[in-house]
Nanobody
Framework: QVQLVESGGGLVQPGGSLRLSCAAS????????MGWYRQAPGKQRELVARITSGGTANYADSVKGRSTISRDDAKNTVYMQMDSLRPEDTAVYYC?????????WGQGTQVTVSS
């Protein structure tokens, strides 16, 4: 059974940083493409960053230059370092594991950027 468990969310002031983590189990982690998505109240879920099984990363324009996605296949964990956070980054952040038609989601972690 696939399980993705996010952590690292919280309340941070504008300009601050957070590091999100997503620990995976029940999959051969190294062959999955991993992604971080977010959903703000009243908005659709959107892709924030994605890293392929080979380590190629891509980012939404809204976070490019402020966020870094990485993975540690030995720990079955994907990370996202978020810097220079803005109030508009406030959302529930979800981890996703994808391989072909297979897709699994974590339960989400709340990120709130506010002074």
């Amino acid at each position: 059974q696939v399980q993705l468990v996010e952590s690292g969310g919280g309340l941070v002031q504008p300009g601050g940083s957070l590091r999100l983590s997503c620990a995976a189990s029940g999959i051969i982690f190294s062959i999955y493409h991993m992604g971080w998505y977010r959903q703000a109240p009243g908005k659709q879920r959107e892709l924030v960053a994605r890293i392929t099984s080979g380590g190629t990363a891509n980012y939404a324009d809204s976070v490019k230059g402020r966020s870094t996605i990485s993975r540690d296949d030995a720990k079955n964990t994907v990370y996202m370092q978020m810097d220079s956070l803005r109030p508009e980054d406030t959302a529930v952040y979800y981890c996703n594991a994808a391989l072909g038609t297979l897709s699994a989601w974590g339960q989400g972690t709340q990120v709130t950027v506010s002074s």
